[in-house]
Structure formats: structure tokens, C-alpha cells
């Protein structure tokens, strides 16, 4: 039976339904229902915006866009994106979906902690960073009406979301402080982790191996 909420449409073909299951089985309860609202956010934007987008790829961004920070899924050499976008990439292969449509899914999700580029690409790419700048930045939360944003919430509840948040990005990131080098999550580190040291831009130029 199809499932609508705040009349977004959730994707009911096989492929939707085996991204929203491996995520129930993987992932904590926060994610999922972050997962599912930063969909629902995303197509909301979408709809106000008069995107053309794809849901299906929306879909599957939106619900893979934190596997890299899962027991599951998480890897220690490379940012906890990329992790959730190679995963993305595998996924659709097994329905035969590759090629630029599964370029848009991987670079909205490796993308989408990157401020700003994401809003200037494809609108798969834009939605999937403008549902996560809601959910969790506020970012567009007036350009939703109060019963839209109401609806998506009683669908998939927010307790304590600052919080525990916080908390799953810290643990998904700790042990591998150095792909935080240059972008939000560095900010998470720096609060959370007690010695964690920035890298710094400046000295890495500074200190290269040019004599000038």
C-alpha cells in the first residue's frame, strides 16, 4: 500500500523497499527516522522549488546519506560520506542502475556536509543536502508550512534529536579525526572529543615539502 505523508509519496518499488529495510536492520531508530525525514524534507523543498527530480534517487540518497556512520558500514580511512555513497553505488548496481544516475545518488551523499556546491547541482544532489540542512541545521525551516513540517514529524518523531545526533555523528567519527580535516564534522570533534586538534590549512602549507 502506497504511503503518503505531508502528500510526499514514499517509493514503493523493490528498490525503495530494500533501501528502507537494510536500513532498519542496520541502523539505530535515530537514523532511520532522520533518514526518512531528510527524504521527505528534500522532496518538500523539491515540490516548493518546482524541481523535476527522480524520487527513487532521492529515496535512496536521502535513506544511505549516515551509513558510514552504522557499526555496519563505517570504515576508518576515508570520510564517513564516502563510505555511505560507495555503498549507495553497490546497492544500485544490483538493479541495474549505474552510469550518471548513480553518480547523482553517490555525489549527494559524499556531498552532503559540503555547504553550498550541492544547492548547484543536479536536483537529486541539491534535495538530498536541503532535507539534511533542515533536519538538522534548520536551514529552510520557514520555507515549509508549520502543518508540512508537522506531518513529516508524527510520521517519523524527533525526541531528543539535537542531542542524539550529536552523539552518533561523534561516535561514527571518532576513530578517524583526520578525514574531518577541512569540513563540518571537525566542529563535532572538537567538542565532543577531549584532545582533538584541528588540522590546520595554513600550517600544511607552511609546512610541505616545497622549500618555498
Known amino acids: 500500500m502506497t504511503e503518503t505523508i505531508a502528500d510526499i509519496t514514499i517509493p514503493d518499488s523493490k528498490m525503495a523497499q530494500d533501501a528502507t529495510e537494510l536500513v532498519r536492520d542496520v541502523a539505530a531508530p535515530l537514523i532511520f527516522h532522520h533518514s526518512r525525514r531528510v527524504f521527505l524534507f528534500g522532496s518538500l523543498r523539491g515540490k516548493e522549488q518546482g524541481l523535476d527530480y527522480d524520487p ?86 520557514d520555507a515549509i508550512t508549520d502543518e508540512q513540517r508537522a506531518a513529516v514529524v508524527e510520521a517519523h518523531p524527533r525526541p531528543d534529536f539535537k542531542n542524539q545526533i550529536l552523539e552518533a555523528f561523534t561516535q561514527g567519527i571518532k576513530d578517524r579525526p583526520d578525514t574531518t580535516f577541512g569540513n563540518v564534522k571537525a566542529d563535532v570533534l572538537a567538542h565532543f572529543v577531549p584532545g582533538f586538534q584541528r588540522g590546520d590549512f595554513v600550517e600544511v602549507i607552511r609546512s610541505s615539502s616545497w622549500s618555498e
Open 56 to 141: 527513487e534517487l532521492l529515496y535512496v540518497g536521502a535513506m544511505f546519506h549516515d551509513l558510514g556512520l552504522t557499526e555496519k558500514y563505517r570504515r576508518t580511512d576515508q570520510r564517513f560520506e564516502i563510505d555511505a555513497a560507495d555503498e549507495a553505488r553497490e546497492f544500485l548496481a544490483q538493479y541495474g542502475i549505474d552510469g550518471e544516475a548513480a553518480d547523482k545518488v553517490w555525489s549527494a551523499i559524499a556531498l552532503h556536509t559540503t555547504p553550498e556546491i550541492p544547492l548547484h547541482m543536479a536536483p537529486e544532489i541539491a534535495l538530498v543536502t536541503r532535507g539534511v540542512e533542515l533536519d538538522v541545521l534548520g536551514i529552510g525551516y
